[in-house]
């Protein structure tokens, strides 16, 4: 499927709520001790935007997005306003093949042992900083890149960044549960739309 053009509203995604999430099989022994697996090798983030929708023109938007993403169907680019930045002392350039580096994020990097390095796969136009030990590149000259992959193509040495970047994100419903809960003296209409749930997508 496609990726809409249009990222999910920045207003309502303020109010969202969620991050990221695990999948851990815990086992309990006979002894009381249990067993744990992990079962992926970094987070999987999802999001419930319901909270924010509250008036008639937020739910307008909503909607309006939600028939562009056909529901499930189509994926969007979603900012997640409590973790969107990175720095360059959280940066991480892997080499994919070649010149080309794949962009990271380091989380715990002070225990490598249990670091998560986390793949940033949209990066905001007009906000990566791309540095050679201390020397800031020039985009286009000294390195190229993909903003909807997160790859940056560049001869250059020791690479760190800095930038802003979206999370990839689809619906995780088909149907949609809204109903008008209140109509003030005024006019104005409160809306309840139950499980704006997001789901992030890993595969696209």
């Not at 938007?61 to 969007?76: L, N, Q």
């Not at 306003?81 to 940066?91: G, N």
């Not at 070649?98 to 962009?103: D, I, S």
């Not at 905001?124 to 790859?151: E, H, I, K």
């Amino acid at each position: 499927m496609a990726e809409l053009s249009q990222r999910f509203p920045d207003d309502i995604a303020r109010g969202a709520r969620g991050g990221a999430g695990y999948s851990t099989t815990v086992v309990a022994a006979f002894g009381g001790g249990e067993d744990r697996n992990i079962n992926w090798p970094e987070a999987r983030h999802r999001y419930d935007v319901s909270y924010a929708v509250k008036s008639m023109d937020r739910a307008r938007v909503c909607d309006a997005h939600f028939r562009k993403a056909r529901g499930r169907a189509h994926s969007f680019r979603f900012k997640d306003w409590t973790d969107f930045q990175l720095a360059r002392a959280d940066s991480r350039l892997v080499l994919v093949s070649g010149t080309t580096y794949q962009l990271c994020k380091v989380y715990g990097a002070d225990e490598p042992a249990f670091e998560e390095v986390r793949e940033i796969r949209r990066i905001v136009a007009g906000t990566l900083s791309v540095y050679s030990v201390d020397t800031l590149l020039v985009a286009g000259v000294d390195y190229t890149v993909d903003v909807d992959t997160g790859r940056i193509t560049t001869a250059s040495g020791t690479l760190t960044a800095s930038c802003e970047f979206d999370v990839p994100c689809r619906y995780d419903f088909d149907e949609k549960d809204a109903t008008l809960v209140h109509r003030k003296p005024d006019g104005t209409v409160l809306i309840e739309w139950s499980g704006i749930r997001l789901v992030e997508v890993l595969d696209e």
